[in-house]
C-alpha cells in the first residue's frame, strides 16, 4: 500500500506563488505515472496536471496551462507542482495521485486510472 504526502499549502495573495511537493511515506514511486488534482467546496475534484513515470510527458488542464509546471525528481521520489500567478479561482484542496501499474509512458488525465490518493493540502488564495 502507498501513501502519498502532500506538503506545501497554504495562504497566498492573488499573483503569489507556492509550490506543492508529493511523496510516497514509503517506498518508491519512479515507475508510476502521477497526477496532482483538486477539489473546491462543493464541486468536483477535477484534473490540474499529471507526468508520466520518466517525466518526459506532461500535461495540463487548460485552466492551469502557462500558469502551473508539474514535475518530479525520482531520485528525491518526490513530484512538485510550481503554481505561479495564482488567482482566487485555483483555491481548493490539491490532492496528489499515482497510478501504480501505467501501460505506458504517458500523463494521464482521468482519475480512474489513479489508484492511490493523498489526503490533500489545502491552497488558499486571496488579498
Known amino acids: 500500500q502507498v501513501q502519498l504526502v502532500e506538503s506545501g499549502g497554504g495562504l497566498v495573495q492573488p499573483g503569489g506563488s507556492l509550490r506543492l511537493s508529493c511523496a510516497p511515506s514509503?517506498?518508491?514511486?519512479?515507475?508510476?505515472?502521477m497526477g496532482w488534482f483538486r477539489q473546491a467546496p462543493g464541486k468536483e475534484r477535477e484534473f490540474v496536471a499529471s507526468?508520466?513515470?520518466?517525466?518526459?510527458?506532461?500535461t495540463y488542464a487548460d485552466s492551469v496551462k502557462g500558469r502551473f509546471i508539474i514535475s518530479r525528481d525520482n531520485r528525491k521520489n518526490t513530484v512538485y507542482l510550481q503554481m505561479n500567478s495564482l488567482k482566487p479561482e485555483d483555491t481548493a484542496a490539491y490532492y496528489c495521485?499515482?497510478?501504480?501499474?501505467?501501460?505506458?509512458?504517458?500523463?494521464?488525465?482521468?482519475?480512474?486510472?489513479?489508484?492511490?490518493w493523498g489526503q490533500g493540502t489545502q491552497v488558499t488564495v486571496s488579498s
Open positions: 507526468i508520466s513515470w520518466s517525466g518526459s510527458s506532461t
Open positions: 495521485a499515482a497510478n501504480s501499474n501505467p501501460s505506458h509512458d504517458f500523463a494521464f488525465r482521468l482519475k480512474l486510472v489513479y489508484d492511490y
Open positions: 514509503r517506498g518508491t514511486f519512479s515507475t508510476y505515472a
